[in-house]
């Protein structure tokens, strides 16, 4: 069974204002389609593989044929960097993390506010496209990290459980190259309730 794009879990202009409704269209209708397609056309001749949920199928990166392994890299990694983007994103969710997720926040950043500004420095200091990761690692210890291009977490062994695009493609249209002027938009849609659940799902 191919790889399917799956919908959004709102409408595109639901992120409004601090993400525009051209934008949703395009990265989603566009850009993601685009990596689910062509993760597809990849492994067409790899049914198996498609059998897999996409994480598992990064999870198992280092045992693919080298032949498959750059297009799993770049467009399994682009669909499920997207995938979750999509659902850690929300109009109305919890505003800052609650419970045992915001003690694990605490522990490592002591604050709620010192964590948004080491993951937006981080997010600032990446040079090109990429990704910055909130992950729980083997030990259920978080960390914040930046990988490049479409690099998933799993690859590395880490669960993400919320993720932010600094892609352009995320934020051109509205905020040109202002990425920091993006990222202080994109805190108000962050989805602590769905990112709690992730949390508590694997820890
Ligand atoms: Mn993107």
Request: hydrophobic share 40%; net charge negative; aromatic share 12%.
């Amino acid at each position: 069974m191919a790889y399917t794009l799956p919908a959004l879990p709102y409408e595109y202009s639901a992120l409004e204002p601090h993400i525009d409704t051209k934008t949703m269209e395009l990265h989603h209708d566009k850009h993601h389609a685009t990596y689910v397609q062509k993760l597809n056309d990849a492994l067409v001749n790899n049914p198996d593989l498609t059998e897999m949920p996409v994480t598992e199928l990064l999870k198992s990166f280092a045992n693919l044929p080298e032949a498959l392994k750059t297009a799993v890299k770049n467009h399994g990694g682009g669909h499920a960097n997207h995938t979750l983007f999509w659902e850690i994103m929300t109009p109305d969710g919890s505003k800052t993390p609650t419970g045992k997720l915001a003690e694990e926040i605490n522990k490592m950043c002591t604050d709620y506010a010192t964590f948004m500004s080491h993951f937006t420095e981080k997010s600032l200091g990446l040079f090109g496209s990429g990704w910055t990761w909130l992950v729980v690692k083997a030990d259920k210890s978080l960390e914040i990290i930046t990988l490049p291009n479409q690099d998933s977490p799993y690859m590395l062994g880490y669960t993400p459980i919320m993720g932010v695009d600094v892609w352009e493609h995320a934020y051109y249209l509205k905020y040109q190259n202002v990425r920091a002027e993006y990222l202080k938009a994109w805190w108000n849609l962050v989805n602590w309730d769905v990112i709690a659940e992730k949390f508590a799902a694997i820890s």
